[in-house]
């Protein structure tokens, strides 16, 4: 069965630092990856995705993330954070095979942005 | 366009009571989700549908009935609230035409169960 895993609940991060954000899916195919941001109270906007064909893949505000498929991961990446970034951030790993578009979530990291 | 759109905003209940949420998209997608967010554990699907009058369950669709009798329009019903129930609901939308795009997602229902 697929899932996904982001095994930080809450990171810390000062601004202007860099960050990294964990995440590991278990999917027997190649999967399609999806970054998406929740600021408090609101939905959920979607930073990047990879489907296919570079490994490094280029998002919105700055981000990015690497797919690396001999660690199951897709973690996602910003050279400088910005105060604004402290949100909460969701992977997800879709079943392409499928005719359905589900989405598995992992369970969120919690950013928070030190001054 | 508006996207996805969700109503009511917030809705408290009392166990036993009943509603439905409305989910409404405007850029013809052909699927549509309904998912409840509730803290460490990320969104969880609860019933979906491929297109107008279809509906399946997806991973904790008990306590939960929807309807999809217009292809623009998803509803979620609570026929008998549980303080379990107390979540935040996502609605989303989705074409597939073009290959394995993105979710689109509404800005959310609080319901509180009392």
């Known amino acids: 069965a697929q899932s996904v895993t982001q095994p930080d609940i809450h990171i810390t991060v000062s601004e202007g630092a860099s960050l990294e954000l964990r995440c590991n899916y278990s999917?027997?195919?190649?999967?399609?990856l999806f970054w998406y941001v929740q600021s408090p109270g609101q939905g959920l906007q979607l930073l990047l995705k990879?489907?296919?064909?570079?490994?490094l893949v280029q998002g919105i505000k700055g981000f990015e993330a690497e797919f690396k498929r001999s660690q199951s991961s897709f973690n996602l990446r910003k050279p400088s954070v910005h105060w604004s970034d402290a949100a909460e951030y969701f992977c997800?790993?879709?079943?392409?095979?499928?005719?359905?578009?589900?989405?598995?979530f992992g369970q969120g990291t919690t950013l928070q942005v030190k001054p | 366009n508006a996207g996805v759109t969700q109503t009511p905003k917030f809705r408290v209940l009392k166990t036993g009571q009943s509603m439905t949420l409305l989910c409404a998209q405007d850029m013809n997608h052909e699927y549509m989700y309904w998912y409840r967010q509730d803290p460490g554990m990320g969104l969880r699907l609860i019933h979906y549908?491929?297109?107008?009058?279809?509906?399946a369950k997806g991973e904790v669709p008990d306590g939960y009935n929807v309807s999809r009798l217009k292809k623009q329009n998803f509803l979620l019903g609570l026929e008998s609230a549980a303080p379990s129930q107390t979540s935040v609901y996502f609605c989303a939308s989705w074409n597939r035409t073009g290959g394995f795009n993105e979710q689109y997602f509404g800005p959310g229902t609080r319901l509180t169960v009392t």
């Open positions: 549908s491929v297109g107008e009058g279809t509906t």
């Open positions: 990879y489907f296919s064909g570079d490994t």
């Open positions: 997800a790993v879709g079943d392409g095979s499928s005719n359905t578009g589900k989405l598995i």
């Open positions: 999917y027997g195919a190649t999967p399609y």
